[in-house]
């Protein structure tokens, strides 16, 4: 195996972050963030951690930042906090850490949950940029995640491998 080889058969390092007042408190289950967990090691992934915090903009801003200055993930994964209530505040937080914003994402997740329920409308879910690291928003509902991450999950691969320096190209040599 040469070094190309090498680096493309390291896996893609994931941390994911749910966003749950009841949860971080311990009176709610986290069965989305087992779900993605799930999801994404089946599809090659490493995990590298899991973390449930509460709706609080700050502490998330403060932990994606972390994370992504400090080289700990390739990719983020959020799962909760992107509906209407007044403490769902996830895409805030996520936007406010941006350098890039990636929204061909949300828009394909956004899509296609709206071919099974017309109430993906109401999704704020974004998805972005920073330093290396991809932040994907994914809804807090384990039905709605599984809709969503199993839709781009092969794709995210070649992003990463863009954003990472792993690959250089990013459009198909014309034949």
């Known amino acids: 195996m040469d070094k190309d080889e090498m680096i493309s058969a390291v896996p893609y390092r994931v941390v994911i972050i749910t966003l749950s007042d009841k949860g971080s408190r311990g009176e709610r289950q986290d069965k989305s963030g ?15 951690s899991g973390v449930i915090l509460p709706d609080e903009q700050e502490l998330l801003e403060s932990e994606l930042k972390r994370l992504c200055d400090e080289g700990l993930a390739d990719l983020i994964l959020t799962t909760g906090g992107t509906g ?5 505040r996830t895409p805030e937080a996520t936007l406010a850490v941006a350098e890039r914003l990636v929204p061909g994402i949300a828009e394909a997740m956004r899509q296609q949950s709206l071919s099974i329920t017309k109430r993906a409308m109401l999704s704020r879910a974004v998805s972005v940029i920073r330093k290396k690291t991809l932040i994907i928003n994914l809804p807090g509902s384990p039905k709605a995640v599984k809709e969503n991450l199993e839709h781009i999950i ?19 040599p014309a034949v």
């Open 34 to 48: 087992a779900l993605i967990r799930q999801i994404v090691e089946a599809a090659g992934y490493r995990m590298e």
């Open 84 to 88: 209407f209530s007044p403490r769902d």
């Open 154 to 172: 092969t794709e995210l691969r070649h992003g990463l491998d863009i954003l990472t320096g792993r690959d250089g190209e990013c459009g198909k």
